[in-house]
């Protein structure tokens, strides 16, 4: 299914804007990394129990205190500060406290949580996955395209919901 996404993504860019150039290359794979992981982002709110989820993620946040947080969520907050949509439409800011973060958190819905996953460039998620592609280059490097997408997404999907030992 995700290189169907994928393909789906790269063939579509081809056809709408004729053959795709060396520097638009880069572009179009930013562009269908980012509609690969934003689908299956939104397939997983979508299917998940987010009130168990947003529930459980809250407990762990309260068990925390500042400087861990801050540590822990570190990843999210880099996130934001490459997301103007993040900061303007969901008032996600980087330098949120613990507290800040669990009131956002509780008053979101599975709408708002898609819109949160739709407003982060591109761009960014493809710095994302090609950075976790590059420090498990180990198990990577001999795989091709789809299998890398796949092993990333499930480290994902495990991460968010809690399948691993800490969000």
């Not at 613990?98 to 958190?105: I, N």
Request: proline share 4%.
């Amino acid at each position: 299914m995700i290189s169907l996404i994928f393909c789906c993504s790269l063939c579509f860019a081809q056809a709408k804007n004729g053959p795709v150039t060396p520097k638009e290359e880069d572009v179009w794979q930013d562009k269908a990394i980012g509609a690969t992981f934003k689908t299956l982002g939104k397939t997983l709110i979508s299917t998940t129990d987010l009130e168990k989820l947003k529930r459980d993620y809250i407990k762990k946040i309260k068990g925390m205190d500042e400087e861990r947080f801050k540590n822990r969520y570190s990843d999210y907050f880099d996130i934001i500060r490459q997301s103007p949509l993040l900061k303007s439409k969901y008032k996600l800011s980087p330098d949120m406290t613990r507290q800040e973060a669990m009131v956002k958190l509780k008053a979101l819905n599975k709408k708002e949580f898609c819109g949160i996953v739709d407003s982060i460039p591109d761009a960014v998620i493809a710095i994302k996955f090609k950075k976790y592609v590059k420090e498990h280059k180990a198990k990577l490097e001999n795989i091709d395209f789809s299998e890398k997408v796949n092993f990333v997404w499930n480290s994902i999907r495990n991460k968010a919901t809690g399948q691993n030992k800490s969000p």
